[in-house]
């Protein structure tokens, strides 16, 4: 296939062009679309029908944020030094655009797309997210408005870097080294992918990309809500630092929800699963018994699908905003051990991989975006550094055996290993916000009686907001 034609002359097809469903990772499923585009999803079938059932807390805003493509990416090799992606995005959902009505103002602006398509290459970030529409006068300017008798879609342009010169000579669109790209698809919002077109001689998938997967599973901190970046949010960063596929199912406002925790397809092998659930519990008026059930049988259900994959559980932090009347919030972290207690025991018996259960860490102010405890992109950093820090515990042989960890002091975590955790602890607290601030102590309360609790005092960050 020839490049573009020249001005006054009839349009010629990329140089270079694939459909970008050969590209898709982090998705579970693709749904077909005409003229070979598709849309991914996070969730297969069974899941977006529990997200949108009465078992959901809110039905409606599960089905919205079930379609976000957060975690979602395309990853391929290319001799190209630009390219233009085919998409169709979504509005983000109403209660999406509610949240982000409360952000700070020195955070962004609320009533501007706070979340868009970002990417990597050759292993490094490129700062900033792009939007849709390609750039005057670009390879995908002149893609988009001359190629295939005007079928071209809008789409994104990804500028992989500026042609070199060697000597008196330009390095031509083909001729230079390949690249290892990958895009980063919005988190707060679904969309539809087409073809991926380049001005080199190839785009083609990755040969080694057949990674593990880390499969997340969080709430609207986890989904990105308010990191500006989809490549920012802690869960894409600690998949990124760890070499593993993500596979990023938080949904905003979720809770423990048993009924959507389903097998994944066959080619999908998590490797390490990560719940970071509960906060959300502040929001409404809920009975413990019924909380204590639902965290119990959420965490069970994972046990029963990856009995031999190892598990880590991050505890809502209790200290930062008051619950509504009517909600048992304060006793949650404490629900959550009792029932990691019994999946512990389980494994225990069995021999399989280790429960680590982590506190989430304290933010300072700073790294808060809004009033709801969602964290900026630098407060995503922190909270992905503390995870990583954290996971080496999982080797630990007695945590498996007993437990506990580094009790026998027999499992290799001599005074080696204690030097480079606080090397890492030492890492963490030199952040440029000085994020690390001691977490405040949990005061044992009594939960509240829901029959106590007056009418209309169930407030959630996106009351109201289900549609």
Known sequence: MGAPAAAGTSPAEPACCAYARDFVCGAVELEELPCGWVRPWRFVAGQRRALASCLAWYPGIFRQMAACTAGVRLEFETDASELFVEVRTDREPRATRNVLAGMKSQVGDANAAH???SYDVDGRHRDGVVMLGPVAGSYAAAVGSAGHDGRWAAGITLDLGELKSRGNLM??????QSHRVRVWLPALRGC?????AGNGTFVRPIADAGAGALLVLGDSVAQGFTTGDPALAWPSVVARELGLSLVNQSVGAQVFQESAVAALPDDVAPELVIVALGANYRYGRCNERVVAREIAAHLERIDELWPSVPLVVL?????????????????VPALIDEAIARVRRRRMAAGAPAVLALATPWLDD?????ADGHPTAAGD????????GELPKLECRCLAETGRYGRCGACGHDAAHATSAKRAKK????????AASPMAPEAPTRSPSVEDTPLGQTISMFSLLDE
């Open 115 to 117: 979340d868009g398509f």
């Open 171 to 176: 390095e031509l669109p083909g001729f230079g």
């Open 192 to 196: 539809e992918l087409g073809r991926v």
């Open 315 to 331: 505890k809502p932090h209790v200290g930062s905003r008051e619950p509504v009347a009517g909600s048992c919030f304060e006793r």
């Open 366 to 370: 700073r790294l808060i975006s809004d």
């Open 381 to 388: 950093a922190v909270i992905a550094r503390f995870v990583l």
């Open 427 to 434: 890492a963490r607290s030199k952040d440029a916000t000085r």
